[in-house]
């Protein structure tokens, strides 16, 4: 076999469609035996994203044009406008699922139910099952990587905790928004935030782990119990939850038994905490690299698959991330809402919030330079 991707997230199943359209024999591994379970991610895709990938429309709620940030206080949003549909909520279960038959579709094989247990001289090893030997592995498995650890490849060391419930809303008793809240009390360092689909709600807080003092599930529900924006439950109430690398990617990315993608690569935005546009443009990058170097065998090719360089196009969210950090009173909250609400604030905001800047496009144009 060329390649085993572990992890059958959006970057892992986004990297094997792209080897496997290359020709490339490619096998999926995944823990989960069922990808509408174990899902972290509030599945929210920005307008670039939206615009420059194809992604499922049917899969997608409404566009969400305005955005209301909050101070603790609650009182005074500041409410931000745009003339386009920044953003859209994808049921993302369905969205895994259509990734998994894409990616199958371009003759990628998935195994689910097989959890991951090491890799030792290209032959990987996994939980009650016979091991499967890869020329090549691609770890796609989250945050706290196994395959990262296995390959001597760099590990993310900054995170933050999220946590969310979804339920079900009834239909036209909603008007599409994102509501985010800056307070230290229930999302220290990060935020509180409120959106919906269009048939469901999803209501989250995340914030630095060692500052949750009364735990993120406690703080979830103190939340939800007065969220502006919130909608009742129309349904049940599903919960999710994980770590968020906020650390940038990471230098080291790739070495001759294989390289990283998504949140295993640091692959998230270190300001907004945004992972899927970063996944898939990384995506296409480390596919386009994996397939030259399987098929040239020349390791320099591993160089173009370099996080250092990716780090240095964010020393500015990075510094952003760390000044988001040191809010952590009532008061400091209040007047960094405060400041937005003037015109170069606002400016501001409407340019971290709506601006085409998410993430460099790293695919096409280092991808050209492979082929």
Known sequence: MDVLVVGAGLAGLHTARLLARRGLSVLVADRRRDLSTGIRTTGIFVRRTLDDFDLPDHLLGPGVRDVLLY???????????????????????????????????????????ARYVGVTNGVARFAGAEAVRA????????????????????VNRRFIVGAEIVHPVASET????????????????????V??????AHVGVAGYPSAMRAGVR????????DAPGRAAPAGPVERRGGPIPVGGVLRRLACPAGLLVGD???????????????????????????????????EHVLRQYDGAALRARF????????????????????AAIAALRGRSGRALAARLLFGDGS???????????IR
């Open 174 to 193: 909603t008007t599409p928004a994102f509501h985010c809240v800056l307070d230290p009390r229930i999302a220290p360092g990060y935020l509180g935030w």
């Open 195 to 200: 959106i919906d689909d269009g048939s469901h």
């Open 135 to 154: 020329r090549f592995v691609v770890g796609a498995d989250g945050a706290r990587s196994r395959v990262a650890r296995d390959l001597g490849l760099d």
């Open 264 to 298: 295993a690569a640091g692959a998230v935005s270190p300001l907004t905490a945004g992972g899927l546009d970063p996944c898939l443009r990384m995506s296409e990058l480390a596919a386009a690299v994996a397939a030259a170097y399987l098929r040239t065998g020349d």
């Open 359 to 369: 993430f460099p496009d790293v695919g096409p144009r280092l991808a050209a330079t």
């Open 315 to 334: 020393h500015g969210r990075l510094v952003l991330r760390r000044v988001f950090a040191g809010i952590r009173s009532r008061a400091a909250a209040e």
């Open 71 to 113: 101070p603790p206080s609650r009182r005074l949003p500041v409410r931000l406008t745009s003339d386009r549909d920044e953003y859209r909520v994808a049921d993302m279960a369905a969205v895994y699922e259509h990734a998994r038959r894409a990616a199958e579709h371009a003759g990628a094989r998935v195994r689910l139910g």
């Open 218 to 225: 406690h703080l979830l529900d103190a939340f939800a119990a």
